[in-house]
C-alpha cells in the first residue's frame, strides 16, 4: 500500500504555486467598447484635460461673480444680458462689468464669466436687463477646466479590470483603444476509461463527462478561454501525449480526475513528465479536494483536480481562478462575493483542515440564512441546489448553529 502523500494548508500551497510562476502578461489591443471586464495591461494616461472648457452645470446666467456680491430680494443686483452662449460651440461675446449671459447646462462659460446664477435667483426687468436675487461665488455652478481629470493624468494603474464607468471614462477621453491582457488560454482533459461523453448513453459503470464542462465554464467566468480537449482513458502514453499537446497549445492545463494515490491515476507522473519543476503540491489540507495536484511545467501552471465535481469545482476556485488572475497581471486578487447569514444547522469539523461545504441562502424574518446542503462529493446536485459555499477554518472544529458566517457567492 503507497505511502499517504503529505498536504498543506490551501493558502500555502496556492503561494507555492503562484511563487513558481513567472510575472509575464501576454498583451492585446482591443476596442474601449469590448474592454468590459478586461484587465489592463498598461497604465493610460489623459491626453487632454476633461472637460476640456469650463462649462456651465445650470440653466441661468453666466456673470461675473464680484457683480453679485451683496444681492438680496430686497436689494438686487442689475446686470445686462449682451446675449446668450450657443450649445455646441464657443461663444463669441465675452462678459464684461455688470453684465450677463444667457447660458444652458453644459454651455461653455463665456471669457470674461468666472460663475452662473440659477434662472430662480433671477428676475426679468426688461428686454435686456435682470435683477439677480442672491450673490454667488466665483466658481458657482460651473465646472472647471479639467476639473474631472488633468492633461497627463493616470487614469488607471495596470491590472486594474475596466468596469462600465471606467469604459464611459476613458471614451470621454477618446481613448478608442487600450491595451489589456490577453485572456488566458485554459486546456481541460477529463480522464477515466469510465468518462463517456454528454451526449453518449452510459453503458454499465459509465458516467458522464461534467468536469469539462463545469470548469470550462468557471474558466470563462473568470476571464479565462477555455479549449476542451475531451476525454482520454487510463493509459499513460495516450494521457501522456494529449497532456503535452494541450499544454502546447495553452497558458494552463487542468487534468480532471487521475489526482489520488492510486496505481491507476496518473496525473502526478504525467505532470512530471511535461517539465521542470513537475509537481509542487501533491495533497491539500482541504475538504472537498484533498488529493489535488499543483504543478508548474516550463512556466505554465498545470493543476490536477479530483474527478469528483463537488470536488473539482471547490479546488478550480481556490486554485485556478487565482491563477487566472495571476496571469492578466491583476493589480489585487479577485475579491469573492461574500454575504453574511446564520447557520441553521451545526456543522462538525476537523482541526487541522479547512472544510468548504455548500449552503442554501434563504431569508427569514429580514435575516439571510444559510442551510448546509450535505451531500457527497460526487453528486453533482449538491452544487446545483446550493447558492454557495462557506470555509471551516483550518483549526476548526466546527460552525455552531445560529452562527454568523460568510458565505462565498456562486
Known sequence: MPEMFTVLPPSDALKVLLDQLPPMVRNENIATIDALDRTLAERPLAPHALPAFARSTMDGYAVRAEDTFGAT??????????????????PLLAVGRAEAAVAY?????????????????????????????RPVAAGENVIGVGEDVGE?????????????????????????????AARPRVAIISTGDEIVP???????????????????ALVTRAGGTPL?????????????????????????????????????????QV????????????????????????????GKPVL??????????????????????????????????????????????????????QVSLSERDGELWAEPVFGKSNLIYTLVRSDGMLRVPLNSSGLYQNQQVDVELF
Open 73 to 90: 430680494e430686497q436689494m438686487p443686483a442689475y446686470l445686462e444680458v449682451i446675449g446668450e452662449v450657443p450649445m455646441g460651440r464657443a
Open 271 to 298: 505532470v512530471n513528465e511535461l517539465g521542470a519543476p513537475g509537481v509542487l503540491v501533491h495533497g491539500v489540507a482541504l475538504k472537498p479536494g484533498k488529493p489535488a495536484i499543483l504543478g508548474v511545467c516550463h
Open 198 to 216: 454528454p451526449e453518449a448513453a452510459p453503458g454499465p459503470g459509465q458516467i458522464r463527462d461534467i468536469n469539462s464542462y463545469t470548469i470550462a
Open 152 to 180: 497627463g493624468d493616470e487614469l488607471f494603474q495596470a491590472g486594474h479590470t475596466l468596469r462600465p464607468q471606467d469604459l464611459g471614462g476613458l471614451l470621454a477621453l477618446g481613448i478608442t483603444q487600450v491595451s489589456v
Open 304 to 357: 490536477g483536480l479530483p474527478g469528483n465535481p463537488v470536488s473539482a469545482m471547490v479546488v478550480a476556485r481556490i486554485f485556478l481562478v487565482p491563477v487566472l488572475g495571476r496571469l492578466v497581471g491583476l493589480a489585487r486578487p479577485p475579491v469573492p462575493r461574500l454575504v453574511a447569514a446564520r447557520l441553521t444547522h451545526n456543522v462538525p469539523s476537523v482541526p487541522g483542515r479547512e472544510d468548504y461545504l
Open 105 to 133: 447646462t453644459g454651455g461653455m462659460i463665456p471669457a470674461g464669466a468666472d460663475a452662473v446664477v440659477m434662472v430662480e435667483r433671477t428676475q426679468k426687468l426688461d428686454d435686456t436687463g435682470i435683477e439677480v436675487l
Open 228 to 268: 476542451p480537449c475531451g476525454i482520454v482513458g487510463d493509459h499513460y502514453p495516450s494521457l501522456l501525449n494529449a497532456a503535452r499537446a494541450a499544454l502546447a497549445e495553452a497558458d494552463v492545463l487542468v487534468l480532471s480526475a487521475g489526482s489520488s494515490v492510486s496505481a491507476r491515476d496518473l496525473t502526478a
